[in-house]
């Protein structure tokens, strides 16, 4: 894995840091790197949520544009697949996951929060996808991401304008999630997801994925995927222990493992 996005592991939760000061600009190392970040976090037994962090000052000013500049058709139409691998990554972890956004998001940046499943912005935080003053679209999952998110016309405006919005209109918009003061957006974030260290990881798994795919099927699909996954659960020793829990009038939370 590269220095520049490091996976950090504590209390059950993984942060995935953003490291490539002073913009945490996306270059290809970074996207590699994220792409690996995400398959160790789903893997590992000792993350059961993950917080995506650029630091103090940034989320990260997007896409590398210096990296970008000198390429041809011929190397976007390769490179690409990198751009949408390390969103598609992250969209896929399965377990829950949460931005924690500083300064600017925007471009890849912008893209990268729109891929976990929540936003926590701080207060002065700007977010936007300007790919449109640079003659481009966004090519990390935007254009699909963001109408999922806050719907076709906000996103056109958007997209179309490049413009930046602020965290109260994010807020306003459906963009993110939650706005505190900067100091406090990496422990909001990281609250957020505690409660599912312990939890009964399968189940919120589960549940991701049945959102998550559904969104994308017709409803008879999507209740299928929703049948399916829910039937399977019953061979999980978390479900046992839960249904065990209830049964036993046990106090507190259930001991899933
Ligand atoms: N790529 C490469 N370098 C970047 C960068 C980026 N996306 N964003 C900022 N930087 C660099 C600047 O070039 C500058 O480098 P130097 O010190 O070597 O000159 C340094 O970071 C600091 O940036 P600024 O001096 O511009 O700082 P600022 O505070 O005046 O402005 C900003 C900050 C508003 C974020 C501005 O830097 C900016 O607009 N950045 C570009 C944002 C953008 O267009 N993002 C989309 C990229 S394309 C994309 O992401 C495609 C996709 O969908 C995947």
């Known amino acids: 894995m590269t220095d520049l996005v490091r996976l950090e592991v504590e209390g059950g939760i993984g942060t995935i840091r953003l490291d490539r000061p002073p913009m945490n600009a996306l270059n290809a190392e970074i996207q590699h790197g994220l792409v690996a970040a995400c398959r160790e976090a789903a893997e590992r037994r000792d993350v059961a949520a993950v917080v995506v962090y650029g630091g103090e000052k940034v989320f990260a000013a997007g896409a590398d544009i210096k990296e970008m500049e000198t390429m041809s058709y011929t190397d976007m139409v390769d490179h690409s697949a990198l751009l949408q691998d390390f969103t598609k990554a992250l969209a896929g972890l399965p377990k829950p996951t949460v931005a924690a956004v500083t300064g600017y998001a925007l471009g890849g940046g912008c893209e990268v929060a729109l891929a976990c499943d929540w936003r926590v912005a701080a207060d002065d935080a700007k977010l936007g996808q300007p790919e449109i003053t640079l003659g ?6 935007g254009t699909q991401r963001l109408a999922r998110l806050v719907g076709p016309a906000k996103a056109k405006d958007l997209v179309f304008s490049g413009r930046f919005v602020d965290a109260q209109e994010a807020l306003a918009i459906g963009l993110v999630d939650r706005v505190v003061p900067a100091a406090e957006v990496y422990a909001t974030a990281r609250g957020l997801v505690e409660r599912y260290v312990g939890g ?3 189940a919120v798994r589960a549940a991701k994925e049945a959102i998550d795919r559904g969104l994308e099927v017709d409803l008879e699909t999507g209740l299928e995927i ?5 039937a399977g659960l019953f061979a999980t ?4 222990t839960g249904m065990r829990h209830f049964v036993d009038k046990g106090k507190g939370p ?3 493992e």
């Open 136 to 141: 481009i679209i966004p090519g990390a999952g």
């Open 237 to 240: 020793r978390d479900r046992a």
């Open 226 to 230: 929703e049948r399916t996954l829910f």
């Open 200 to 202: 009964p990881a399968y």
């Open 254 to 256: 259930a001991p899933f």
